[in-house]
């Protein structure tokens, strides 16, 4: 049985950050709902959107998990990547798997109990990361397109969760931010690997 710390390094919690994009639609809805809702809809919809982070993250740690198993063999010749918990032995390709689909099968179950509409987005991001895994990963621009159209999709998934009207500016304004600093983190990757 793995260390509850190689398990917990497996799921990444330092990467949940990323899942802040589903407050963005609550923090503008709560700007303008204070003089005009009552403290029990902010407290509601407030409740939703926390569920929609925690559906996100355990969604995006599913997929970790699993892709640090597909990768596990590579990752071992490399120097950082070698100490992850697949790579170095851990936690095995198995038990990553396992936890990796119990991880999205929970994302998953909280999406749907909390929205409808936010367990079809969990659901959307879980494809659009197998097809990243799978292969967009290793086609130069579309790898940091795709990172950038799940980023805008927590973003969309956020006023899902609220039932809120999606903003296109949001979503666009997310999207188009998060791929200008997607391809500045490509470009530093290159100069560094030089």
């Known amino acids: 049985m793995p260390h509850p710390r190689d398990i917990l390094r497996l799921a990444r919690p330092g990467d949940w950050t990323k899942n802040s994009f589903v407050l963005l639609a609550f923090v503008f809805w709560a700007a303008n709902a204070v003089r005009t809702q009552t403290a029990e809809e902010v407290w509601a919809k407030g409740g939703a959107v926390v ?88 086609i130069a621009f579309v790898d940091v397109t795709t990172i950038a159209a799940g980023l805008a999709l927590r973003a969309a998934a956020g006023a899902l969760a609220i039932d809120v009207q999606i903003s296109v500016w949001l979503v666009l304004c997310v999207f188009f931010l998060c791929l200008y600093l997607g391809f500045i983190k490509r470009m530093c990757d290159l100069v560094a690997a030089e």
């Open 51 to 138: 569920l929609a982070f925690v559906a996100f993250c355990l969604v995006a740690s599913g997929f970790y998990a699993i892709n640090d198993a597909i990768d596990a063999a590579k990752d071992r010749g490399h120097p950082v990547k070698a100490r992850r918990p697949v790579a170095s032995g851990a936690v095995t390709v198995t038990q990553a798997v396992g936890l990796g689909c119990t991880l999205i099968a929970g994302a998953l179950a909280v999406g749907f109990t909390t929205d409808e509409g936010l367990g079809w987005a969990v659901a959307l991001y879980g494809f659009l990361q197998v097809l990243y895994n799978l292969g967009l990963k290793r």
